[in-house]
Structure formats: structure tokens, C-alpha cells
């Protein structure tokens, strides 16, 4: 039996990178799974996977940017498992020519409505049944780039930074409802969005990159911790290439 044997989790982003891998990982701990991002496809394969070996995960295509859409997927789960645990906000995105000298009222706006707005979104939708049950774990996957300055875009780190504002707060004003909040955040990761960089990553740094396997297993181990402790903010970064305040890339 798996840590997480009988939790309901919510995996936003889980078509691809870490939220496929966190949905995977989750599942292997026993936890009935809600698997959310807009493409549909990728989702029905993670599906297939997880049911493959034993575990019991369902899809439910999601842009986190679209509240409608978010009420839905909470929706989903409670319906379907009768209960919700943990909401894993993994989703989001960032553009090609992010600099500000080119950086557009569009752009800032997109960026932020899924990787800020989104995030409000998240949690904001889930409190009102994790209050009900005594308990949750809302786990927001942020970024190094909410730390310190990269070269990421002022939209991608506004966004990032904005996230842990929402964190502190919703922790402070949920603490008494047994609901814990944690936002980890990686540092360089051989994900879909760094390979979709418009200059390419030099392969030698790939190498050293961490994999989305490492995100998942720390959002695991925030959500399986006793409900006696809590995980604030989790930074985790390939020893290789980085370390606190340093910008690799």
C-alpha cells in the first residue's frame, strides 16, 4: 500500500514534463488521480499508463486561465471520488522573445493569466471542499525565476513571484481549516518549455539537468508528509549547474 493509499489528487499541467510525471508518481503511491491540461490526447495515454500498472487515475482537459473550466475539473473529482486531498498545480507556460524590449501587452497577459491567475484559480476552487473534509495540500510548482533574476522574462518571474504571494496568504488565512499550502521550486529541468527555448540549450547542459521525475518525487513528499507539518517552499536544483542565487542559463 502506497503512502497515499485512498487520496483524492488533483494534477494540473499533466500532459506532458513534471505533471506527467507527478500524475505517474502519485498514481504509484496509491492516490485516485485527476489528471488536467488542455490537450486531451497526451492525457488519455497517461491514463492508459497508470491503469496499466494497477492504478486508478481519470482525465478531465482543463486551461487553468478559464475559471469555468477549473470549477469543472474540482467538480470532477468530487463527483467521482467523493473527496479532494491535494490540488498539484503544475501548468504553465512561458513565450520565445520574452525580453522586455520586446515583450508584448499580449504575452504579459497570457503568461500571467495561466501561471498567475491560474494558480488563484487552483486554489480558490478547492478550499471550499478541503474545508469541509478538516484538510488538504495545495502544492504549487513554481520556479527558481520567483527567487532570484534569469533570464526567463519579466512576465515568467512576475508570475512566479506573485505565486508565493498567494501561497503565504492562503496558508496564513488557511491554517486553521487543516489546509496546507507548499510551493517548490525548481531550478533547471529538461522539461518541453526549456526545449522549446528559441536557442537551443546546449546539450552538455541538458545532461546535467534535472528530469521531471525529481519534481515529481518532491511534490510526493510534500503532499505525504504527517498533517502535523507542512512544507513552505522547497527549492530544488541540479547540483551540477546551480546553486542559491545563481542563474545558469
Not at 522539461?191 to 515529481?216: F, Q, S
Request: one cysteine or more.
Amino acid at each position: 500500500m502506497g503512502k497515499l493509499a485512498g487520496q483524492v489528487v488533483i494534477v494540473t499541467g499533466a500532459s506532458s514534463g513534471m505533471g506527467w510525471e507527478a500524475a505517474r508518481q502519485f498514481a504509484d503511491e496509491g492516490a485516485k488521480v485527476v489528471a488536467a491540461a488542455r490537450r486531451e490526447g497526451p492525457l488519455q495515454e497517461l491514463i492508459k499508463r497508470i491503469a496499466d500498472k494497477g492504478g486508478e487515475a481519470i482525465s478531465c482537459p482543463t486551461d487553468i486561465a478559464k475559471r469555468e473550466d477549473v470549477d469543472r475539473l474540482v467538480q470532477t473529482a468530487i463527483d467521482k471520488f467523493g473527496r479532494l486531498d491535494v490540488m498539484c498545480n503544475i501548468a504553465g507556460i512561458n513565450a520565445p522573445y520574452r525580453e522586455m524590449a520586446v515583450l508584448t501587452q499580449e504575452k504579459w497577459d497570457r503568461i500571467l493569466a495561466t501561471n498567475l491567475t491560474g494558480a488563484f484559480h487552483c486554489t480558490q476552487a478547492v478550499l471550499p471542499q478541503m474545508r469541509q473534509q478538516g484538510g488538504g495540500t495545495i502544492i504549487h510548482v513554481s520556479s527558481v525565476s520567483g527567487k532570484w533574476g534569469d533570464t526567463s522574462g519579466a512576465a515568467y518571474q512576475a508570475a512566479k513571484h506573485g505565486m508565493t504571494g498567494l501561497a503565504y496568504a492562503t496558508m496564513v488565512e488557511e491554517r486553521k481549516n487543516g489546509i496546507r499550502v507548499s510551493v517548490i521550486y525548481p531550478g533547471l529541468c529538461d522539461t518541453p518549455i526549456l526545449r522549446n527555448r528559441v536557442v537551443p540549450v546546449p546539450r552538455e547542459i541538458l545532461d546535467k539537468a534535472m528530469r521531471p521525475e525529481d519534481i515529481a518525487a518532491a511534490c510526493v513528499f510534500c503532499a505525504s508528509l504527517p498533517l502535523r507539518t507542512y512544507i513552505s517552499d522547497l527549492v530544488i536544483m541540479p547540483g551540477g549547474l546551480q546553486c542559491v542565487g545563481q542563474a545558469v542559463i
